[in-house]
């Protein structure tokens, strides 16, 4: 199965990423997809006209103290957004190429 995004940890947010690039019109439509599901989200670009999506998920967790149900608490929000952003960009790129 081909992973469409990237998710990571870094300073009190879960970071999400497209792992493919696209053009400026379907970056923005994948904003759309990632503002929907409550990201702070930027299309950014990657070189000269291709671009990705970043989108940042705020949470309550200090990784320096122990705290077994935040711990918890993190990794089922970073699988729930991430399955949700990649059941929606699996369907979208598929459309995507299908009209090419």
Known sequence: MKKHIDCHYKDG???FCTTENYSYQ???KILDIFKVL????????????????VGKLHVNYDPFLKQENKWNELLSQLV???N???N???SFTEDQISSF
């Open 13 to 15: 947010a879960l970071v």
């Open 26 to 28: 379907t970056a923005s």
């Open 38 to 53: 409550g990201l702070v989200s930027a299309v950014r670009e990657k070189s000269n006209n291709v671009f990705n999506v």
């Open 80 to 82: 729930r957004t991430k």
């Open 84 to 86: 949700m952003l990649e």
């Open 88 to 90: 929606n960009l699996k």
